[in-house]
């Protein structure tokens, strides 16, 4: 099963950006739809953005279009979430999520907190 790496979260104000990667074990990478979700504290977990397997189209949750981008490099078997004009709103611990040939999510990475001040 793909093994899932998240990095890049950290304490940010807001306005500001971060971004995210999440580096997977699995030479199959390109097989995979890639997405990103979060969870806040007392909140369930919720889609963020999603990157398809088979012409890297994206789809992103209503709450963060415009201001986050998914982006996948398959020659490097990583997912990155470049996410702007973050608002408090955004804190929460984000997951990367990999879906063999766009199935269920199936595996998923330990997480990266992500704090956004106001």
């Known amino acids: 099963q793909v093994q899932l790496v998240e990095s890049g979260g950290g304490l940010v104000q807001a306005g500001g950006s971060l971004r995210l990667s999440c580096a997977a074990s699995e030479r199959t990478f390109r097989t995979y739809t890639m997405g990103w979700f979060r969870q806040a504290p007392g909140k369930e977990r919720e889609f963020v953005a999603r990157?398809?397997?088979?012409?890297?189209?994206?789809n992103y949750a209503d709450s963060v279009k415009g201001r986050f981008t998914i982006s996948r490099d398959n020659a490097r078997n990583t997912v990155y979430l470049q996410m702007n004009s973050l608002k408090p709103d955004d804190t929460a611990v984000y997951y990367c999520a990999a879906s063999r040939f766009g199935g269920r999510y199936d595996a998923w990475g330990q997480g990266t907190q992500v704090t956004v001040s106001s």
């Open positions: 990157v398809m397997w088979s012409d890297s189209s994206t």
